[in-house]
């Protein structure tokens, strides 16, 4: 589990036994200290906030997209605190191809677009339905929501060069752009036709008309004393860790949605605040935590419970954890159409572009049938890991996975070459592909299936290709 939430890859078979066989009463913080030192964390904990801020090709282009991926994962990989990002990520001005951050403007074009995202994202807040009425159970009004979004009227864009793929698409650009700050007051507040006052989302002072205003956003917005950032931001790692947020949806924070566990939330904001909004700090504390240990097997007191956490709630692994776990297992890494190189999936930087003249690869076709968001929204609930009838095909009949099971100098033919006997064989593929030894009834009856068989190796296929479509692999567990 710890493997999966951390790397988003299944732990190898050394790995599991090197765990198993470790006698240290400490080896559960251990272990987790040492993934969060991995590359392979850096890469799958900047996949979340590449959704988060819309990493896509159609508006940011692909030169874009590797800036401001780039620049999420090293500042994950370096554990820059999540109100320094958060600043840098809304105040950041400049060419989209040299100060990367700046990328985030360039895919929200209009200022309503700007105030409902990083009011969304960073604080928990949906402004949408102040936009057209007061909301009629909730604090926000339309007066917030204009006041608000004017903070972003003077952010304007240099184009540089646009070699669009679609000229009939406005929203798609291709080439450099300079995202900066004017003093200009174009948005109108349709009831009075006037331009609102630009104000912090709830505050009464307004603020100036200069590119220092977006610094003052970020300041106020991350500040240790605001109600909602770093609640939030925490609120959103649990939801990671554990599947479910303290307030669910994650980005939905309001009086008529509390959380279901109000002092437990409190609690670890304040430590997340103290700890200066440190991300490792806050992963090592919740996974040191009984309930994140919980195992997933029901009683009759938490049968039907989905809210407090009295247990670990199953869910299918991500699009990019199932392909990448798959090719660890078996060997090689997948190719997606644009890079020359092949790369796990949760490498990929962002989402490309429907415009490209060539057809995609089996994997690109994989990630987005499993659910790989198109990164057109600014909420945690884009991706999903619902399950339907075209997974069920992919994995059954797929070309994804029977190419992997056939391909020459796999796991399979090194486990042929190593002419095992029938049990020990059986063993090394469970262990290989669900981290735990066959039952004595697994053992015995798979131990005959592959003594009877004509074929060793494509005996070996079928094994392992039941394996690979079990529920307990392919669910979180």
Known sequence: RVHLDLLGLVPTEKEARAFLDDENPDKRAHLVETLLQRPEFADFWALKWADLLRVEEKVLDNQGVAAFHGWIRKSIAENKPLDRFAREVVSS???????????????LRAPDQRAEAIAQIFLGVRLNCAKCHNHPFEKWTMDDYYQFSAVFDGIDYEIKENKRYDKNDKNNFVGEQVVKFVDKRDLKDPRSGKAPVP????EQEPLS?????????????????????????????WFHLMGRGLVDPV?????????????????????????????????????????????????????????????????????????????????????????????RAAQLPGVQAVYRPKSPTSADTFVRLFGKPPRLTNSDTERTTDTSLAQVFELTSGSTLNGLLTKKGNLLDRLVDEQLADEPLVDRLYRTILTRSPSG?????????????????????????????????????
């Open 251 to 343: 980005d939905d924070f309001r009086a008529t949605n509390p959380p279901v566990n109000p002092a437990l939330l409190d609690a670890l904001t304040d430590d997340f605040v103290r700890s200066g909004f440190d991300l490792r700090h806050a992963i090592r504390t919740i996974c040191a935590s009984r309930a994140y240990q919980l195992g997933s097997e029901p009683n009759a007191s938490n049968v039907d419970d989905e809210i407090n956490f009295a247990r670990t709630l199953p869910r299918r692994l991500s699009a990019e954890q199932l392909l990448d776990s798959v090719h660890l297992i078996l060997g090689g890494l997948p190719s997606f159409e644009g890079y020359e190189k092949p790369m």
């Open 209 to 237: 008309s200069d590119p220092r205003r977006l610094e003052k956003l970020g300041a106020w917005m991350t500040s240790p004393d605001h109600p909602l950032f770093a609640r939030v931001q925490i609120n959103r790692i």
């Open 93 to 107: 001005l400049g060419s989209t191809y040299e100060v990367a951050a700046s990328n985030y403007y360039r895919a």
């Open 199 to 202: 104000r912090l989302l709830g």
């Open 441 to 477: 009834e697994e053992l015995s009856s798979t131990a005959a299936y592959l003594q009877a068989a004509n074929n060793r190796r494509e005996a070996l296929e079928d094994l392992a290709w039941s394996l690979l479509n079990a529920k307990e692999f392919l669910l979180r567990r």
